[in-house]
């Protein structure tokens, strides 16, 4: 229940870091605006105040990127250490090809043709046919 609800947590924290960064103007931005583009008489016009908007939304991803960062060291944990003796998928796998009781799996037989000139076991093993001596 934890581990889906810091999950649910990394995923709007990681679509809100993304946002966020979209946001951002870039250095070269701020060039255009101090020459008098940028239109509306530069950042004074701006929704987030006349300091603009670099110093709020550098904020809020400094603190989602921290949420990210210890969301993520608490997944990586969770996994780790899993609660009430849980194994892992290869695990319980493992341990329940090793309980089953093995069986007898008949060999089918080889679409290959035995050389009938073969006169040891090591060449009747093999798929590949011996070459007649001349």
Do not use: C
Request: without cysteine; proline residues 7%.
């Amino acid at each position: 229940m934890l581990y889906n609800i810091l999950l649910i947590v990394q995923l709007v924290v990681s679509l809100g870091i993304i946002g966020l960064v979209l946001m951002q103007h870039g250095k070269g931005a701020d060039a255009g605006a101090a020459f008098g583009g940028g239109g509306g008489g530069g950042a004074s016009g701006s929704v987030f105040g006349s300091q603009g908007s670099g110093n709020f939304l550098s904020r809020s991803t400094a603190i989602l990127a921290t949420v990210f960062f210890v969301n993520s060291l608490l997944l990586a944990w969770l996994v780790a250490h899993p609660e009430g003796g849980t194994q892992s998928v290869v695990e319980s796998v493992v341990t329940s090809t090793s309980q089953a009781p093995e069986k007898a799996v008949p060999s089918a037989p080889s679409d290959v043709p035995v050389p009938a000139a073969a006169s040891t076991p090591a060449e009747t093993a093999s798929d590949v046919p011996v070459a007649p001596k001349e």
